[in-house]
């Protein structure tokens, strides 16, 4: 059971590339998160996901993109990245019950140059 | 919207005790998280409140207050390992998503 995990750990892009950071969870939940986490502040949502094929904006989804075709994988679109876009980025999932936490991947620390 | 706010820092000698306070303005509540993140790493989950009260789990407690907004975690006999960011998260009603506060590093000196 790996739980939840993101490829890659590290990427560095050029101002105007693409990349997609992936995530894949083995819990069989239905709930799926993206979030970026900037230096010394807290998490923001940018996407989220209650189950394949439905996703929906978040706090700070401008200049990303989801899909979620499966129950397993849920990966985050950058296009035409930007240094504002330099973050950490987790993914997450959870269970729909009530008091269910959330399980984090280990990131993606992305820098834009 | 969410206002949730913590306290920056604070720094404890290993073997004390600290206590981490978090106040929250929401549109509405349906429980409160407690997150711990060491540096580098990801945040894994350490308390939910959803009732007022002290939940109490080994070392750590945290308490709510949901008529003052308020809660804290309680970090009992500190140790080195203990050295993190402690991040307050906050659920509206009838919804999934958790709005975070900035987190609070917490130093343990020796």
């Known amino acids: 059971n790996a739980g939840v995990t993101q490829t890659p750990k590290f990427r560095i892009l050029k101002i105007g590339q693409s990349m997609t950071l992936q995530c894949a969870q083995d819990?069989?939940?239905?709930?799926m998160y993206w979030y970026r986490q900037d230096p010394g502040m807290g998490l923001k949502l940018i996407y989220y996901?209650?189950?394949?094929?439905?996703?929906d904006k978040g706090e700070v989804p401008n200049g990303y993109n989801v899909s979620r075709s499966t129950t397993e994988d849920f990966p985050l679109r950058l296009e035409l990245a930007a240094p504002s876009q330099t973050s950490v980025y987790f993914c997450?999932?959870?269970?729909?019950?009530?008091?269910?936490?959330?399980?984090f991947g280990p990131g993606t620390r992305l820098t834009v140059l | 919207g969410q206002n949730i706010d913590q306290p920056t820092e604070m720094t404890a000698t290993e073997g004390a005790i600290v206590q981490i306070n978090c106040t929250y303005q929401?549109?509405?509540?349906?429980?409160l998280f407690w997150y711990q993140q060491h540096a580098g790493e990801a945040p894994t989950f350490l308390s939910y409140?959803?009732?007022?009260g002290l939940e109490e789990k080994g070392r750590f407690s945290s308490f709510l207050s949901r008529s003052k907004g308020y809660s804290y975690l309680l970090l009992k006999e500190l140790q080195m390992k203990d050295s993190a960011s402690y991040l307050c998260?906050?659920?509206?009603?009838?919804?999934?998503?958790?709005?975070f506060g900035a987190g609070t590093t917490v130093t343990v000196r020796a």
């Open positions: 997450a999932s959870s269970t729909s019950a009530g008091g269910s936490e959330q399980f």
């Open positions: 819990m069989n939940h239905n709930y």
């Open positions: 996901s209650v189950g394949a094929g439905i996703t």
């Open positions: 929401t549109s509405g509540f349906n429980g």
């Open positions: 409140n959803v009732l007022d």
């Open positions: 998260a906050v659920r509206a009603p009838n919804d999934y998503k958790l709005s």
